[in-house]
């Protein structure tokens, strides 16, 4: 099924999302995040498409904060979880920089995650227990041992709780460089793929961690929460926070400085 789903994943880019790319009105939700006509047109397709793949039904990001909360507490048994846009600020903006994600989640955990940029044609994806890939590459594409200062790092400042460990984050930073460039699900993917070595994030919602989370993990990531919870255990579903690194030891002193600074 996974080979079939990356052919829906893409068939949807191409033909709802890109049409509509530097073309598309917006405006801001409630919560002050954008929202674009091919958001919705995106997620209307995987409505249709989706449960003909397998028969579950589909939370999607443009839902109702009521219908999400309804929908994953009365189908545990197998829920598709879609962003139809991730990174939506940097299409309506221009910037190439955005993804399409897809999760099939049974009982809490990610059984299938594909996650899509349609401007470089890359793909990532991963089945539970059988490895990750881009583009039929194994992942992590490059894997090389580095001193917690010669790392780069994807840091999204503005979702962390703690005012102390944000300022530290910016005066006292342990590691090379930093990143942060609008899209949560392709900084999963940049991780699984040796791109970004460390990453931190205060909150991700459960449309940006489902499919990612899983192919950085199937990559042989390492992941926990600020809170010091397993990943995917952890109570709050529907806002998660990260640490995560790619190297075992690496992951070690990263999580060692932010139990330091928070």
């Not at 709780?161 to 590691?175: D, E, I, Q, V």
Request: glycine share 8%.
């Amino acid at each position: 099924m996974l080979y079939r789903l990356q052919k829906v994943v893409r068939h949807i880019a191409q033909t709802e999302v890109m049409p509509r790319f530097l073309n598309t009105p917006s405006r801001r939700k409630e919560d002050g995040s954008v929202l674009s006509e091919a958001d919705l047109a995106a997620q209307t397709a995987f409505a249709a498409a989706l449960p003909l793949l397998e028969d579950c039904p589909m939370l999607g990001e443009e839902m109702s904060v009521q219908e999400q909360t309804r929908l994953w507490n009365e189908h545990s048994d197998g829920l598709w979880i879609v962003d139809p846009i991730d990174g939506t600020n940097n299409f309506v903006n221009g910037l190439p920089h955005f993804a399409v994600s897809v999760a099939l989640v049974k009982n809490g955990r990610t059984e299938l995650g594909v996650i899509y940029n349609p401007v470089s044609g890359e793909c990532f994806y991963a089945e539970h227990g059988k490895g990750a890939f881009l583009n039929g590459t194994p992942l992590p594409l490059r894997s090389v041992e580095k001193k917690l200062s010669e790392s780069i790092a994807g840091v999204e400042i503005k979702y962390l709780r703690s005012g102390k460990l944000a300022s530290r984050m910016n005066t006292l930073a342990p590691f090379g460089t930093i990143r942060s460039m609008g899209s949560s699900t392709l900084d999963w993917c940049y991780l699984a793929s040796g791109r970004y070595d460390i990453y931190i994030h205060g909150g991700q919602k459960l449309w940006d961690y489902a499919a990612g989370a899983l192919i950085f993990e199937e990559a042989g990531g390492c992941l926990t929460t600020l809170e010091g919870d397993d990943f995917w255990s952890g109570e709050h579903v529907f806002k998660r926070s990260v640490i995560a690194a790619l190297q075992p030891e690496l992951f070690k002193q990263w999580v060692k400085w932010i139990r330091e600074n928070q």
